[in-house]
């Protein structure tokens, strides 16, 4: 927890399964505050070391994320690939951009019903000459062909040209549709949902259909509001965590069992129980 109360990005849990609980609820890459100096996102770094300190315990990796940095994800993809035991990731609300190909390196992936996941090509800065520029972008051609190849390792429906095709359209699945192209292995029903996601990433939130936008910016700005500049607030959204769950809570659609899941996102918690994958 933070001085100021809000919930960390990136938080660790360790049960009593002698498994852990891994948190990453925003942008992949370690950045700063510009305003408050305050370190945020979550870095390569101190992932690694968190997979490092659980040597053969299973790994329960929840994902609320609007994507960052390729280079940090491609890090943290060969720490899940090295590590001992088996790593299941939930994508809870959002797993976009870099988020989406850091997923795949799960042993496991689950969604949630009412989560997101989108795919595009990788974006670059670059300053200097005509050569420089032609650099790049067979520098950023090389990285979306090596994005598409994770995706179509991961899937047994779609080939590499497919996923090529659905980057450079910027391609938002819902959970059905990315159970269909092969990017997660099951699908889990949420019941009185209410997501939100904290991203940066201008691209991310404007590229968003409707229905996606109501889960980035839940609690934020309104259901189904957009916004044209990058930023939503800072913790906007929360770790998840295992609770028991009270069959009387307003809003339920029919009593859970008494330890569902339940993912607290946006300040606000919703119920996951599972659904049986398509064929």
């Known amino acids: 927890m933070s001085k100021d109360g809000r919930r960390e990005w ?3 849990t360790r049960n009593e399964a002698s498994a852990i609980d891994i948190d990453i609820y925003g942008d992949i890459g370690e950045s700063f505050d510009w305003w408050t ?14 997979l490092r300190d659980a040597r053969g315990k299973d790994v329960n990796l929840h994902v609320n994320s609007g994507g960052g940095s390729v280079v940090d994800a491609y890090a943290m993809m060969t720490a899940i690939a090295n590590h001992d035991g088996k790593v299941t990731a939930y994508v809870d609300g959002l797993a976009a951009s870099a988020a989406s190909f850091l997923v795949a390196a799960a042993d ?13 090509d990788a974006t670059l800065y670059c300053w200097g000459g005509a050569q420089d520029m032609r650099d790049a972008a067979d520098y950023l051609d090389k990285t979306n062909r090596h994005i598409a ?3 179509a390792k991961r899937s047994s429906a779609k080939g590499v040209d497919d996923f090529v095709g659905a980057m450079a359209a910027t391609t938002w699945f819902d959970a059905d549709e990315a159970l269909e192209w092969g990017l997660v292995d ?9 997501a939100a996601c904290s991203t940066a990433d201008a691209a ?7 229905a996606a936008c109501r ?27 295992n609770i028991p769950t009270d069959a009387g809570e307003p809003g339920a659609q029919e009593p ?6 339940v993912a607290v996102v946006g300040g606000m918690p919703y119920v996951i129980k599972e659904r049986k994958a398509h064929a």
């Open 204 to 210: 991310t939130l404007n590229s968003a259909p409707d």
């Open 37 to 50: 100096g305050e370190k945020e996102g979550i870095g390569a770094k101190a992932f690694l070391d968190t």
């Open 10 to 12: 990136f938080r660790v």
């Open 108 to 120: 496991e992936v689950v969604m949630s019903s009412v989560s997101w996941m989108m795919i595009h």
């Open 215 to 241: 889960i980035l910016l839940a609690g934020i700005a309104g259901p189904g509001a957009r916004t044209s500049q990058a930023p939503a607030p800072h913790g906007a959204g929360d770790t998840s965590e």
């Open 186 to 194: 099951r699908v889990e029903e949420a019941v009185a949902a209410a």
């Open 149 to 151: 190849e994770i995706y």
């Open 256 to 261: 859970p069992a008494a330890q569902e899941r």
